[in-house]
């Protein structure tokens, strides 16, 4: 009686201590960077525009709207900014703007 018991609460502390929360990333060596992808939404309004957050070489960026079509990101404090050369900006709008 006592393995019925046991059994079925060992399997369960098992699986919530292997479930854990998975951590979906695209990651590519673009040009000279280790570029991940973490979280990214196309507009809907404007399909040329993405919402992403995403590391750089292990330093992860806050979420910004890069701008495939004028090739700019705009902030989370709203400044604008070109694309960087061998950027995360660059590095979406060549993978995903096809």
């Known amino acids: 009686m006592r393995k019925y018991i046991i059994l079925p609460i060992a399997l369960l502390i098992l699986f919530f201590t292997a ?17 991940c992808i973490l979280s990214i939404k196309r507009s809907a309004k404007n399909y040329w525009e993405y919402r992403a957050e995403v590391s750089i070489n292990d330093v992860r960026k806050p979420l910004e709207i890069y701008n495939c079509r004028t090739q700019q ?11 960087e050369s061998n950027g995360a900006g660059q590095f979406i709008c060549s993978v995903l703007d096809k």
């Open 19 to 35: 479930a854990q929360p998975a951590v979906a990333s695209f990651c590519r060596n673009y040009k000279e960077n280790r570029i």
């Open 73 to 83: 990101k705009i902030k989370k404090n709203g400044r604008i900014v070109k694309f």
